[in-house]
Nanobody, 115 residues
Framework: VQLQASGGGLVQAGGSLRLSCAVSGGIFSINDMGWYRQAPGKQRELVASITTSHSTNYAASVKGRFTISRDNAKNTVYLQMNSLKPEDTAVYYC??????????WGQGTLVTVSS
């Protein structure tokens, strides 16, 4: 099983980016999916998560600016990030909880927001 994340990059403050993460490599069912981030010198933190029925949860710091969504037919989770701030700079990791297989992580994609 692999999680392939894409969409990171360099953007100016106030700009937008969209991250994608596709799960592939076997026959599986996906429970919750989510995005985490880790800034230099800080612990990894939850950014947003989404259930199979599309219920969402957001960190307080991104609520109202970021939107998580998923396409169950494509085994893909997305993170639309608007009004980006320099403090959003981090490596973003996608996560998937696979039924009977456990937790899987993507390789990380770097988001850099310049002031």
């Amino acid at each position: 099983v692999q999680l392939q994340a894409s969409g990171g990059g360099l953007v100016q403050a106030g700009g937008s980016l969209r991250l994608s993460c596709a799960v592939s490599g076997g026959i599986f069912s996906i429970n919750d999916m989510g995005w985490y981030r880790q800034a230099p010198g800080k612990q990894r933190e939850l950014v947003a998560s989404i259930t199979t029925s599309h219920s969402t949860n957001y960190a307080a710091s991104v609520k109202g600016r970021f939107t998580i969504s998923r396409d169950n037919a494509k085994n893909t989770v997305y993170l639309q990030m608007n009004s980006l701030k320099p403090e959003d700079t981090a490596v973003y990791y996608c996560h998937a909880d696979l039924r009977r297989l456990g937790n899987y992580w993507g390789q990380g994609t770097l988001v850099t927001v310049s002031s």
